[in-house]
């Protein structure tokens, strides 16, 4: 009896290696999906302008109000100008991941993305390290603005400092983290506006509730200390000592606060049906 011949298998095409191809052509594609989405969105391309034009001038008024002096800052006009800079970034940040999440599943190209990659995670994980870069590029335009109205008000070169150095160290981090925690809370949200309540409850009215009775209560200032907006501000803040060995329980404080509404905006994203 003739022998039949035989056919080797194609380990290329075997069960693992192909999942691993296809969790790597989910990832890319929702990757270029996201980045198209975010460069063509008015939205992000004003919350930049935003940043360059309040970060020049909060630092041209801190230098030219004298608050430098005023506040003898280590390192003088160059910190003050830094940090002013900073001041509405973190905000900046936030929104902007909450904006590129929230909402996603009653739009018509979300519902199309998200049967195309059943699984989700990797839409999530683009978003993650989109709002990362946007962030980054948040920070780096109120260096910019910081530098241009330093430069403004004091009608010469800007010169900048160590100290400086150690803010926008702070302040960096600090947007990625308030963004990443917008993008989770986004995540968490089933509408838009649902969303946009919980992040503007979180970061300006909660603040300022514990801030009012912390006045009267040391305890209630400590616990003040550990919403999210408190910890990012002390991040970049020089009269906090901006990252020095104290500063590094601000970080963590933030970073949990990403990280579980992260966590909990996954799994509430798992569980939602995209209508």
Same mark, same amino acid.
């Given at each position: 009896?003739?022998?039949?011949?035989?056919?080797?298998?194609?380990?290329?095409?075997?069960?693992?290696?192909?999942?691993?191809?296809?969790? &790597?052509?989910?990832?890319?594609?929702?990757?270029?999906?996201?980045?198209?989405?975010?460069?063509?969105?008015?939205?992000?391309?004003?919350?930049?302008?935003?940043?360059?034009?309040?970060?020049?001038?909060?630092?041209?008024?801190?230098?030219?109000?004298?608050?430098?002096?005023?506040?003898?800052?280590?390192?003088?006009?160059?910190?003050?100008?830094?940090?002013?800079?900073?001041?509405?970034?973190?905000?900046?940040?936030?929104?902007?991941?909450?904006?590129?999440?929230?909402?996603?599943?009653?739009?018509?190209?979300?519902?199309?993305?998200?049967?195309?990659?059943?699984?989700?995670?990797?839409?999530?994980?683009?978003?993650?390290?989109?709002?990362?870069?946007?962030?980054?590029?948040?920070?780096?335009?109120?260096?910019?603005?910081?530098?241009?109205?330093?430069?403004?008000?004091?009608?010469?070169?800007?010169?900048?400092?160590?100290?400086?150095?150690?803010?926008?160290?702070?302040?960096?981090?600090?947007?990625?983290?308030?963004?990443?925690?917008?993008?989770?809370?986004?995540?968490?949200?089933?509408?838009?506006?649902?969303?946009?309540?919980?992040?503007?409850?979180?970061?300006?009215?909660?603040?300022?509730?514990?801030?009012?009775?912390?006045?009267?209560?040391?305890?209630? &200032?400590?616990?003040?200390?550990?919403?999210?907006?408190? &910890?990012?501000?002390?991040?970049?803040?020089?009269?906090?000592?901006?990252?020095?060995?104290?500063?590094?329980?601000?970080?963590?404080?933030?970073?949990?606060?990403?990280?579980?509404?992260?966590?909990?905006?996954?799994?509430?994203?798992?569980?939602?049906?995209?209508?």
């Amino acid at each position: 009896m003739r022998n039949q011949p035989t056919t080797e298998p194609d380990l290329t095409s075997s069960g693992p290696r192909r999942s691993v191809r296809s969790a &790597a052509s989910a990832l890319t594609g929702a990757l270029a999906y996201e980045r198209v989405r975010l460069t063509r969105s008015l939205f992000t391309w004003m919350l930049l302008g935003v940043a360059i034009v309040v970060s020049t001038g909060g630092a041209w008024l801190s230098v030219t109000a004298g608050i430098s002096t005023k506040l003898d800052l280590a390192g003088g006009k160059s910190v003050a100008a830094v940090s002013t800079g900073f001041a509405l970034i973190p905000h900046l940040a936030a929104l902007s991941g909450l904006a590129s999440i929230s909402g996603d599943g009653g739009t018509a190209v979300a519902r199309s993305l998200f049967m195309w990659v059943p699984s989700r995670w990797p839409v999530l994980v683009a978003k993650i390290a989109l709002q990362v870069a946007v962030a980054v590029a948040l920070s780096a335009g109120a260096v910019a603005g910081a530098l241009t109205g330093l430069a403004l008000g004091t009608s010469a070169a800007p010169e900048t400092s160590a100290e400086a150095l150690r803010v926008v160290l702070g302040g960096v981090p600090a947007a990625v983290l308030l963004a990443l925690l917008g993008l989770g809370i986004g995540a968490i949200a089933r509408r838009a506006i649902d969303g946009y309540l919980m992040l503007f409850g979180l970061i300006l009215v909660l603040p300022v509730i514990a801030g009012g009775f912390g006045l009267g209560s040391p305890g209630l &200032a400590s616990v003040a200390r550990l919403l999210p907006m408190a &910890a990012a501000n002390a991040m970049f803040d020089p009269l906090q000592n901006s990252m020095t060995a104290s500063a590094w329980s601000d970080v963590a404080t933030l970073t949990v606060w990403a990280a579980g509404a992260l966590i909990i905006g996954s799994f509430a994203l798992y569980r939602r049906d995209i209508t």
